[in-house]
């Protein structure tokens, strides 16, 4: 077996690397802490158009794929992964990794059509794969019920944690701060409609994410307005990183109305600028948002997020406390050094 310092090692990642969504972000931190144990990472750009790609970017991908040499394990991002042709699949010499965030069938949003079709790619390239690494317990549950993926095909690499830099200046009034790809899955729709209800209240908010859906940015800004909250929500689109952490450190707190996680890394992110949480029950996120460190309603639930969201600004204590056990959740996450170990181990395997 080969040791793993200079060893080859393809990333495969559809669209810009440098996103700063969640995804993104696991993908590159993952890259640089694989790196600083000295494997030597090929990076593969797949097509922009994943996981709904057209003819151009399903050729391009199967291309670069096939084109790596038989002893060059290739991890691959799960957003492209589990969208290839599987007979394009079946032919690749080089070992596949599938990196899952979370399964694309499970897209809200999709018809019953098109979910039984991506389930059915997933589940083949899935089988084909060498191994499956996911970002949560929660989502090595769902490959082993839904898929039928044998546990030992499983690593679960949890997402590093990077404390922030920055002293937390809290906005007046005070700032509800949002990070989330601007999608239906988030479920920005559900928070406008909560806030709308706490506009009694003093607060402004920032929604954060980049446009994943152009339907839905125009349904959220639509309803912004009918909801006569354009004054008060800003949906700023994608930031840069920087941007993102003076956001973190100006808000009070966080809220992400989410239909599905599979992991929610921006949930570690808010926990370690001590924010308490308002968010929903939705997969994987009991299990990343620490006990007492917010307040988590069912999805869908706008006049549930929306009391939840009045308590968090009207009850100082209450606020304090799930402030307080955020910052002691994120001082007990793992760091990158850790995910990249569980990686390089399941790329290494024979």
Not at 123 to 151: C, F, K, M, Q
Not at 173 to 197: C, Q, T
Not at 206 to 219: F, K, M, N, Y
Not at 261 to 269: H, Q
Request: glycine share 10%; with cysteine.
């Amino acid at each position: 077996m080969a040791t793993e310092e200079g060893r080859d090692i393809a990333f495969a990642v559809p669209g810009d690397p440098g996103l700063t969504t969640g995804g993104y972000l696991y993908d590159r931190r993952l890259g640089e802490a694989l790196v600083a144990r000295g494997l030597r990472l090929r990076h593969l750009r797949l097509g922009d158009n994943f996981p709904h790609p057209d003819a151009r970017d399903m050729a391009d991908a199967l291309a670069q794929l096939a084109a790596l040499p038989r002893d060059c394990p290739a991890l691959v991002d799960g957003l492209a992964y589990g969208a290839l042709d599987p007979e394009g699949v079946a032919r690749l010499a080089a070992p596949m990794v599938a990196l899952v965030h979370h399964p694309l069938a499970l897209e809200p949003g999709l018809s019953a059509a098109q979910a039984a079709d991506m389930a059915a790619r997933e589940r083949a390239n899935l089988g084909r794969a060498r191994h499956i690494v996911v970002t949560s317990g929660h989502i090595a549950g769902l490959l082993r019920e839904a898929y039928g993926v044998a546990p030992e095909r499983i690593s679960v690499a949890r997402p590093g944690f990077v404390a922030p830099r920055a002293n937390a200046m809290p906005d007046v009034p005070p700032l509800i701060l949002s990070v989330g790809l601007l999608a239906r899955r988030k479920g920005h729709d559900v928070l406008l409609r909560a806030l709308a209800r706490i506009a009694d209240l003093d607060w402004r908010a920032v929604i954060v994410g980049r446009l994943h859906e152009p339907e839905t940015v125009a349904e959220l800004q639509g309803l912004r307005e009918v909801l006569g909250l354009a004054e008060r929500v800003e949906i700023a689109g994608e930031v840069s990183q920087s941007d993102l952490d003076a956001l973190y450190g100006r808000a009070t707190v966080f809220a992400l109305a989410t239909r599905y996680e599979g992991y929610g890394i921006v949930f570690d992110e808010a926990m370690g600028h001590g924010l308490p949480i308002v968010s929903t029950q939705a997969g994987a996120v009991p299990d990343t948002v620490a006990a007492g460190a917010g307040i988590l309603v069912q999805p869908e639930d706008d006049a549930a997020f929306a009391e939840a969201l009045r308590r968090m600004l009207k009850e100082p204590a209450l606020r304090a406390g799930c402030a307080g056990a955020a910052r002691k959740a994120a001082q007990g996450l793992g760091d990158w050094a850790a995910a990249a170990e569980v990686v390089a181990a399941a790329l290494n395997r024979p």
